[in-house]
């Protein structure tokens, strides 16, 4: 986010969990940054493009980018695995990218537009006790092949970065406990990478894996 900062970007953040957003506001003061709190999983998240989103930005707002990297893990066997347990990662890890993806899709600019999904080698292979978990992540991949063709004549791009561990506090871990794993700022760049390729070129997917942290199943 600090080289979208240098550029004056004008960078939204949408998370349900607003004490982070502010967290991330304060960490980067130097950026341009719209904190947004909203369930993608809930109709109602689409109200704030249609309130929010004007007022911050004078005139006709356009995007040059969608970055998706929410998610929620949670493992289990298979046979203790409840419907309550299939619909949330469904709902979040599914769902939510593809229902702001399809709101977002009237204002992004035509010809060089990037949308970007940070997935999860889990959407390529089996990991015992994440049947919900990597079914969310497969969906959300095969949808946006198909949303990648789509969307291809408009001359907007869609990737999918397909990372294995990451050093975050996802699924109740410790950031910065892992630092074989990949960090977010490798993560980071690999998406500023996709955003700044010129118009008419598209990296369809990346396999982006720390070489000392073992990539699928």
């Not at 349900?16 to 904190?35: M, S, T, W, Y």
């Not at 709902?91 to 992004?108: C, E, I, K, M, Q």
């Amino acid at each position: 986010m600090r080289n979208r900062a240098s550029r004056g970007d004008i960078v939204f953040g949408l998370d349900r969990d607003v004490e982070g957003l502010a967290r991330l506001k304060h960490a980067l003061p130097e950026l341009r940054f719209f904190p947004v709190q909203a369930d993608l999983t809930l109709e109602a998240s689409d109200e704030w493009l249609h309130t929010r989103l004007p007022k911050a930005v004078h005139g006709d707002p356009r995007l040059d980018a969608v970055v998706h990297c929410a998610g929620i893990g949670g493992w289990k066997p298979f046979s203790d695995m409840e419907a309550a347990d299939w619909d949330a990662m469904m709902h979040t890890n599914a769902g939510g990218p593809l229902r702001l993806t399809r709101s977002l899709l009237p204002h992004l600019r035509r010809e060089i537009a990037t949308i970007a999904h940070i997935s999860s080698d889990a959407a390529l292979g089996p990991f015992p006790k994440r049947t919900a978990y990597c079914a969310s992540k497969a969906a959300l991949a095969a949808a946006f092949d198909v949303i990648r063709e789509e969307l291809r004549p408009a001359g907007i791009r869609v990737s999918t970065i397909y990372c294995n561990r990451v050093d975050t506090a996802f699924n109740g871990g410790v950031a910065g406990n892992r630092p074989e794993a990949l960090q977010p700022d490798d993560v980071a760049r690999a998406v500023d990478m996709l955003i700044e390729l010129r118009s008419g070129v598209e990296i369809r997917e990346v396999h982006l894996a720390a070489q000392h942290s073992p990539f699928g199943a």
